[in-house]
């Protein structure tokens, strides 16, 4: 178990808002059952490794995104791609989109000789970056609302209006981005701006989450549970006051049809169950519960009927509140492995 | 195609609104057309014809996702043809009422667009002019005539007769009852048009939280 919890600790040592030590993921798993603790850090273990990003992790993802978008717009250096590149900087202060354009402003000093104040001298094409694509409601609300909004560069013209007249395209970049959030952002933006959103519009990511039990033999490489016909479970979905997509909430025993991410089927079955019922031990003790998209397995859109969106994808500069809330959860007699970065801050705290 | 001589029609091309190529008049009503991309079991479909296609395979995922992933109708059309043994033994019986259903999702899902294009068709004939098809369509037969079932004509002026001229929005369409209607393996249930998805979300609510 020490080891283990060491091995934990030193893969998310760069973790920004809580110090990880051994005895730090050792107490945390110390608030589960005795006979599972061993099986849930090895299991942990095993998805860490796959699914942490570090922070050097995260700028070798941008330095091949930078270096990839200069092959394909053909430029002989990343200072002159940057110089013809307009970042959308639409999200407040303390959100992610910020702290990440930091971080490229620091790589492109660092590695590239430029820097984001010589972005968009030209405007060739938009970048819109973000750590986590979940449901898709804050992309969605971030573009339409950009899109929207009068452009810079022509008065009385909007957004939307000159990158399709001009096919300017938008690039949208995630480091982590779930299938199902993606479709919903582009089929309503599709809906709501016209259909040449299509040809100017392209969402990429470094890792994706094919997490939509309807879609082509998805990987589902996120927790959602199987039906075990545990009345305790089935209780908690009952009483959710959610009606819609109720067959969402489990995935059926034969899918996924290849396991990729946990480490045996076996060992799927039981994490997803001990941290599902966990979540719902914990929940059960708030009492009333303000926000309703809190589910034990994660933030997920309100009016869906399922446990969560089960993601299991963690950087170093925060978790998404969309991943099992064993990890984040502080309160009612619960410590978290992760602590969430802006709690405190309106709409994030986690109540 | 083999049409039905006695549902065969015939049609003044003076008389009656012809629709053809996507990008001429009246093209938004053709199952070519991809600009009325479909969500259906919350996946994008990038047309209709993809969607009609892909059902003919409905116990048969794998035809299913190639046709689906075509950004071309016209290729998951030809992406189809290639599948054609393996179709529904019923399909046949069965291809009108799926036509049908996947009609009524595209109305649906883009009444804004289609409902007031439906209208301007007053209330004339409303043809798919083809080369050769004289079952979905009608092929010119001599100066001014065209002939065929006009199938999906038809099925145009049934739902404008039945919605759009009553101002009657479909919120959402039923399921066939047909055994085994299935993409990728799940039933299909009510689709609902993109308002049902849209408010249920309660976005305003939403916006203050990091999802």
């Known amino acids: 178990m020490r080891e283990k919890s060491s091995a934990i600790a030193n893969i998310l040592?760069?973790?920004?808002?809580?110090?990880?030590?051994?005895?730090?993921?050792?107490?945390?798993?110390?608030?589960?059952?005795?006979?599972?603790?061993?099986?849930?850090?090895?299991?942990?273990?095993?998805?860490?490794?796959?699914?942490?990003?570090?922070?050097s992790d995260c700028k070798k993802f941008f330095q091949s995104c930078l270096e990839s978008w200069v092959?394909?717009?053909?430029?002989?250096?990343?200072?002159?791609?940057?110089?013809?590149?307009?970042?959308?900087?639409?999200?407040?202060?303390?959100?992610?989109?910020?702290?990440?354009?930091?971080?490229?402003?620091?790589?492109?000093?660092?590695?590239?000789?430029?820097?984001?104040?010589?972005?968009?001298?030209?405007?060739?094409?938009?970048?819109?970056?973000?750590?986590?694509?979940?449901?898709?409601?804050?992309?969605?609300?971030?573009?339409?609302?950009?899109?929207?909004?009068?452009?810079?560069?022509?008065?009385?013209?909007?957004n939307y209006q000159y990158t399709r007249d001009n096919q300017l395209p938008v690039l949208v970049i995630f480091i982590c981005c779930h299938t199902w959030g993606k479709g919903n952002a582009e089929f309503r933006l599709i809906k709501n701006l016209g259909i040449e959103v299509k040809k100017i519009?392209?969402?990429?990511?470094?890792?994706?989450?094919?997490?939509?039990?309807?879609?082509?033999?998805?990987?589902?490489?996120?927790?959602?549970?199987?039906?075990?016909?545990?009345?305790?479970?089935?209780?908690?979905?009952?009483?959710?006051?959610?009606?819609?997509?109720?067959?969402?909430?489990?995935?059926?025993?034969?899918?996924?049809?290849?396991?990729?991410?946990?480490?045996?089927?076996?060992?799927?079955?039981?994490?997803?169950?001990?941290?599902?019922?966990?979540?719902?031990?914990?929940?059960?003790?708030v009492g009333e519960l303000k926000v309703s998209q809190i589910r034990p397995l994660g933030y997920t859109i309100k009016s869906h009927k399922t446990f969560g969106l089960g993601t299991l994808f963690f950087t170093f500069r925060n978790i998404p509140n969309n991943c099992p809330i064993v990890f984040w959860w502080a309160n009612n007699n619960w410590r978290p492995l992760f602590v969430l970065k802006n709690r405190g801050i309106r709409g994030n705290e986690p109540k | 195609m083999n049409p039905n001589k006695e549902k065969m029609r015939l049609y003044n091309c003076d008389e009656v609104i012809i629709f053809s190529k996507t990008n001429d008049l009246f093209g938004e009503l053709s199952n070519m057309s991809s600009s009325f991309p479909l969500y259906v079991n919350d996946l994008v479909i990038p047309s209709s014809e993809a969607l009609y296609q892909a059902?003919?395979?409905?116990?048969?995922?794998?035809?299913?996702?190639?046709?689906?992933?075509?950004?071309?109708?016209?290729?998951?059309?030809?992406?189809?043809?290639?599948?054609?043994?393996?179709?529904?033994?019923?399909?046949?019986?069965?291809?009108?009422?799926?036509?049908?259903?996947?009609?009524?999702?595209k109305?649906?899902?883009?009444?804004?667009i289609l409902a007031p294009l439906l209208l301007k068709t007053e209330n004339k004939a409303i043809v798919e002019l083809s080369f050769k098809d004289q079952f979905w369509g009608a092929k010119k037969v001599g100066n001014n005539t065209l002939e065929g079932t006009n199938a999906l004509g038809r099925l145009w002026m049934d739902l404008r007769e039945r919605y759009v001229i009553n101002?009657?929005?479909?919120?959402?369409?039923?399921?066939?009852?047909?055994?085994?209607?299935?993409?990728?393996?799940?039933?299909?249930?009510?689709?609902?048009d993109e308002n049902y998805f849209i408010n249920s979300e309660q976005m305003k609510n939403t916006l203050s939280v990091n999802i």
């Not at chain 1, 603790?37 to 570090?54: A, R």
């Open chain 1, 13 to 55: 040592r760069d973790y920004e808002n809580n110090v990880m030590t051994a005895d730090h993921v050792h107490d945390w798993v110390s608030q589960f059952d005795q006979e599972d603790q061993d099986f849930i850090l090895s299991e942990l273990l095993h998805i860490f490794k796959q699914t942490y990003l570090s922070k």
């Open chain 1, 71 to 158: 092959k394909e717009f053909k430029y002989k250096d990343v200072a002159s791609f940057i110089a013809e590149t307009s970042f959308i900087d639409i999200q407040p202060e303390y959100k992610s989109q910020k702290e990440l354009l930091d971080l490229l402003n620091k790589i492109l000093i660092e590695h590239y000789n430029c820097n984001l104040t010589q972005s968009a001298e030209r405007i060739k094409r938009y970048i819109y970056l973000d750590d986590v694509l979940s449901t898709g409601s804050k992309l969605f609300s971030d573009l339409d609302t950009w899109f929207k909004t009068e452009s810079d560069l022509t008065q009385g013209i909007s």
């Open chain 1, 201 to 285: 519009l392209s969402i990429k990511a470094g890792y994706w989450i094919e997490n939509n039990v309807k879609d082509y033999n998805p990987k589902l490489n996120n927790m959602i549970p199987i039906d075990n016909q545990d009345p305790y479970i089935h209780n908690y979905l009952n009483n959710l006051a959610a009606v819609d997509k109720p067959e969402y909430a489990f995935r059926p025993p034969q899918k996924p049809v290849e396991e990729k991410l946990f480490s045996s089927l076996a060992s799927r079955n039981r994490i997803e169950t001990l941290f599902l019922v966990k979540g719902i031990e914990i929940l059960s003790r």
């Open chain 2, 55 to 105: 059902m003919r395979y409905s116990l048969f995922p794998k035809a299913q996702n190639e046709i689906i992933k075509q950004a071309s109708p016209m290729t998951a059309k030809m992406i189809s043809k290639k599948y054609t043994p393996y179709s529904r033994q019923d399909w046949e019986l069965i291809k009108l009422r799926v036509m049908r259903w996947v009609m009524e999702i």
């Open chain 2, 107 to 112: 109305l649906s899902q883009h009444w804004n």
């Open chain 2, 167 to 192: 101002n009657n929005k479909i919120k959402c369409v039923a399921p066939l009852t047909i055994a085994g209607f299935r993409l990728y393996d799940y039933d299909i249930n009510f689709i609902c």
